[in-house]
């Protein structure tokens, strides 16, 4: 095949819709998010959702977007794409979407009632995605600054997102900084033969 060819199989594909290596097919929903079926359905109580995923052993993630992010939707096609990201996910965390810019009514974990956008500004969130870890052990804290474990502010590739999750989840981010949690990582899957796909 030659290269005019290989362009023009390559045009009919994608015009065909045909997926590109690790990416799903998902389309925004009416608000002009894109939604997870493993996303929690939850009534905003941010108190009583961590408490719900820490009698399940499990942490909380709060994750904001916003219409028309390109960074979200990359997120949602490529990183949610991945089972050993979704599954790990789902077995570790329990996930809220928030709106950076949405008026429902959200309480905060010390009981303050606010809309989505107020509660961004509150939590200092200032990109999307941002990702809002807080581990199974915070449930009862009434201080999210306090509570919160680690975050993602902006899109991370895959590698760094799980490992992002498994930091937190295994209970690092007590004892190390990220970018340590990291190289011990890569000093591991190296003295395994592993080169991590980090692009």
């Known amino acids: 095949m ?3 060819q290989l362009v023009t199989w390559g045009a009919v594909l994608l015009a065909s819709g045909w997926p590109l290596r690790g990416r799903a097919q998902i389309e925004p929903s ?3 998010l894109y939604k997870q079926p493993f996303f929690l359905d939850s009534f905003l109580e941010l108190g ?3 408490q719900q995923a820490a009698s399940e052993g499990k942490g909380l993630v709060v994750l904001f977007e916003q219409r028309g992010c390109p960074y979200c939707r990359e997120m949602h096609l490529v990183n949610f794409a991945r089972p050993e990201i979704t599954d790990y996910l789902q077995a570790h965390f329990q996930v809220v979407q928030l ?3 949405g008026s429902r009514a959200v309480l905060d974990l010390d009981g303050e009632e606010l809309e989505e956008r107020d509660l961004a500004r509150k939590w200092y969130v200032n990109f999307t995605p941002t990702q809002v870890i807080f581990p199974a052990d ?3 804290s009434a201080d999210a600054r306090t509570a919160e474990a680690f975050r993602l502010p902006g899109y991370f590739k895959p590698f760094h997102h799980l490992s992002a999750l498994e ?3 295994e209970g690092a981010w ?3 900084p990220f970018q340590r949690y990291l190289q011990d990582k890569f000093a591991e899957l190296q003295a395994q033969g592993v080169d991590p796909d980090v692009w």
Request: glycine share 10%; no cysteine.
């Open 2 to 4: 030659d290269r005019r």
């Open 30 to 32: 009416d608000d002009g």
């Open 48 to 50: 009583d959702d961590l």
């Open 99 to 101: 709106d950076l810019w």
């Open 138 to 140: 915070a449930a009862g």
């Open 167 to 169: 930091y937190v989840a």
């Open 174 to 176: 007590r004892d190390q």
